[in-house]
């Protein structure tokens, strides 16, 4: 048996056929600094790169809820 494993830490969401350096795309990936693994979400545009930590625990959790409450108020839904 091997030591060895694979592990996704990576994932980018894009439009059909776009490059994976499109300023389109969004890159979701796990990080750590030595102090605990967090997500970390990136786009990259013309006046550089974009990101926003998200820690896994509460923060997450507020976070998405809050993000789902202002998608249900849209207006051009």
């Keep these: 048996m091997s030591e060895y494993e694979a592990r996704t830490t990576?994932?980018?969401?894009?439009?059909?056929?776009?490059?994976?350096?499109?300023?389109?795309?969004?890159?979701?990936?796990?990080?750590?600094?030595?102090?605990g693994e967090f997500l970390t979400v990136k786009q990259c545009r013309d006046d550089g790169e974009?990101?926003?930590?998200?820690?896994?625990?509460?923060?997450?959790s507020v976070l998405k809820l809050e993000i789902d409450k202002m998608f249900a108020v849209l207006k051009n839904k």
């Design 10 to 35: 990576r994932v980018t969401v894009n439009k059909k056929g776009e490059p994976i350096f499109s300023h389109l795309a969004t890159h979701i990936e796990i990080a750590d600094e030595a102090g």
């Design 50 to 60: 974009q990101c926003i930590t998200i820690d896994a625990g509460e923060e997450w």
